[in-house]
């Protein structure tokens, strides 16, 4: 394919609408989320960032699966009606930890998985809280971290996702964060952009911001040359946080 086909700039467009638009439901048992599944063996866990980055191209991967949009012949993908659900609110994200076993399971469940450097995230199909997968639901959400790792510089041609160190964000919410701006960034670029991202995998390069990398971010941010996510504040931080800055490459 040399360019972004209608059934693509379609799912696209899904994105670039924006989010929020739908109240909370009134029972918390029926609220939206995405479940990401972070692969961290006891043995041998990932380095942080790698998890990170493939959490953050699973998230936005899922967004333009075929699934979630209209096929050739016009009829909704098996994703599409929990996927615009979750959309048309907010994007929330759930990270829980598996290995062994509980990751092999993982992969049964509706999503997507992403490799990177050998650590892998799987974003699942968002649906309510309550009604989660048995499978999913005996994960843990906390009680795992890993220590935060020197990557090195950003990779070339890739965007960068910034990450607010002074937060001290556990993987867990930082994974969710990540995944939040990687939607964000492609929401907001053109729909060729976002097609030229896709056909990396939507590879990106996630990194601690020191306080020099971070005024360096909101400079770009103050420019219009980079998007924010600010956190609702229900974990971990204050509301209104700025938690990731997403920097286009």
């Given at each position: 394919?040399?360019?972004?086909?209608?059934?693509?700039?379609?799912?696209?467009?899904?994105?670039?609408?924006?989010?929020?638009?739908?109240?909370?439901?009134?029972?918390?048992?029926?609220?939206l989320a995405m479940p990401i599944v972070l692969h961290i063996p006891k043995a041998d866990p990932?380095?942080?960032?790698?998890?990170?980055?493939?959490?953050?191209?699973?998230?936005v991967a899922l967004c333009f699966d075929d699934r979630v949009g209209i096929s050739e012949d016009g009829e909704p993908g098996p994703w599409q009606e929990d996927f615009t659900a979750w959309v048309s609110g907010r994007i929330r994200k759930v990270s829980r930890r598996a290995r062994g076993a509980q990751w092999l399971a993982a992969q049964e469940v509706a999503g997507i998985t992403v490799d990177v450097n050998g650590a892998q995230a799987r974003a699942l199909v968002p649906?309510?809280?309550g009604d989660l997968d048995p499978r999913i639901k005996k994960m843990q959400i906390g009680g795992t971290d890993l220590d935060h790792d020197k990557p090195g510089a950003p990779e070339s041609g890739l965007p960068v996702l910034w990450i607010a160190s002074a937060l001290e964000m556990t993987v867990g919410k930082a994974a969710a964060?990540?995944?939040h701006a990687s939607m964000l960034l492609a929401a907001a670029m053109t729909d060729e952009d976002a097609w030229r991202w896709s056909q990396t995998g939507f590879r990106c390069s996630v990194r601690d911001a020191d306080a020099t990398q971070w005024a360096q971010a909101v400079a770009r941010l103050e420019k219009s040359q980079a998007i924010a996510v600010?956190?609702?504040?229900?974990?971990?931080?204050?509301?209104?946080?700025?938690t990731v800055i997403a920097v286009p490459s």
């Open positions: 394919m040399s360019g972004p086909d209608a059934l693509w700039r379609a799912r696209h467009a899904v994105l670039a609408a924006g989010y929020g638009g739908r109240p909370d439901p009134t029972d918390p048992a029926r609220v990932p380095p942080r960032s790698s998890l990170l980055e493939a959490a953050a191209s699973a998230a649906g309510p809280v964060q990540v995944g600010r956190d609702a504040g229900y974990t971990e931080v204050a509301p209104g946080s700025m």
